[in-house]
């Protein structure tokens, strides 16, 4: 009789057990397969940005982090459905979780599109020299949400992506070759062609002014007490603040050796001698 109850009692929870480890078993294999395959897919989009050096790896990364914790996601889901838990309710929770955290995170969220516009369509990349958001300077990194600067004085500028996608973006470094525009004024007594020859032979002389394409030196505009010319020279991209900075004192001192008067602003003022 003892015999009997307990083959009676081995048999009554018996399917219970081989139902409990077919579950763990088949959850142990959808996790391993899970596993395997969300490594695979963010491996394939992150090899995706290696065939084609003008695909950003920072963007590829992040896109390959989110297809993998949402296949992650799934599969979670997919274990907890084996044991008879109410998946409908946990995707419910985080679909609710997830649109109050949305709401609370909008600044973020922008930041983060506009990074992933940056990023796919690159008006920019590290090591340019660009102008955005009102501030200038060298583009050290691009991440998800900002972009980070330094300035010539070597600070060191944070900027969210929202404010530098939804505005005008110079880049400075986009074309190998710059046009560096100065303007210098002369007197109108001076000759336009002595003047245009003193300029001429500064930039002729300057080693970083190129010689094609040819410097553009012409009379811009008369003004009241001047006589304008803008001058264009061009170089390389990495010698544009050179010639910024060195050809305008380089011109001023050649005027000067050929007599050729800058002139200033003047005032004329009459005394009228009423006692006269």
């Known amino acids: 009789m003892q015999d009997f109850i307990q083959n009676l009692d081995i048999n009554q929870y018996l399917p219970t057990a081989i139902s409990w480890a077919t579950n763990i078993l088949l959850a142990i294999v959808i996790l391993l397969i899970g596993l395997w395959f969300a490594g695979k897919v963010n491996k394939t989009i992150v090899s995706m940005s290696k065939k084609n050096t003008h695909l950003d790896d920072t963007l590829f990364r992040f896109l390959g982090s989110m297809a993998r914790y949402i296949i992650l996601a799934f599969v979670?889901?997919?274990?907890?459905?084996?044991?008879?838990?109410?998946?409908?309710?946990?995707?419910?929770?985080?679909?609710?979780?997830?649109?109050?955290?949305?709401?609370?995170?909008?600044?973020?969220?922008?930041?983060?599109?506009?990074?992933?516009?940056?990023?796919?369509?690159?008006?920019?990349?590290?090591?340019?020299?660009?102008?955005?958001?009102?501030?200038?300077?060298?583009v050290t990194e691009i991440d998800m949400f900002t972009t980070i600067l330094q300035t010539f004085d070597n600070q060191q500028v944070i900027i969210p992506n929202s404010q530098i996608w939804g505005a005008q973006i110079i880049n400075h470094s986009h074309h190998p070759i710059r046009g560096v525009d100065m303007h210098f004024g002369v007197a109108y007594a001076e000759s336009t062609?002595?003047?245009?020859?003193?300029?001429?032979?500064?930039?002729?002389?300057?080693?970083?002014?190129?010689?094609?394409?040819?410097?553009?030196?012409?009379?811009?505009?008369?003004?009241?007490?001047?006589?304008?010319?803008?001058?264009?020279?061009?170089?390389?991209?990495?010698?544009?603040?050179?010639?910024?900075?060195?050809?305008?004192?380089?011109?001023?001192?050649?005027?000067?050796?050929?007599?050729?008067?800058?002139?200033?602003?003047?005032?004329?003022?009459?005394?009228?001698?009423?006692?006269?």
């Open 76 to 138: 979670i889901i997919a274990v907890l459905n084996r044991f008879g838990v109410q998946t409908a309710s946990i995707i419910a929770l985080l679909g609710a979780a997830g649109l109050a955290v949305g709401l609370a995170l909008q600044g973020a969220m922008s930041n983060l599109a506009a990074g992933v516009m940056l990023l796919i369509f690159r008006p920019y990349k590290v090591g340019d020299f660009i102008d955005a958001a009102g501030r200038f300077g060298n």
């Open 193 to 276: 062609d002595a003047a245009r020859a003193v300029i001429d032979a500064v930039l002729a002389n300057h080693p970083h002014i190129l010689k094609d394409p040819a410097p553009f030196v012409e009379v811009e505009t008369l003004n009241d007490s001047s006589v304008d010319f803008l001058v264009r020279p061009f170089c390389k991209g990495e010698h544009y603040f050179d010639i910024l900075y060195s050809v305008p004192e380089q011109i001023k001192k050649a005027l000067d050796e050929n007599n050729i008067e800058i002139p200033f602003p003047h005032r004329k003022i009459f005394v009228v001698n009423e006692n006269a």
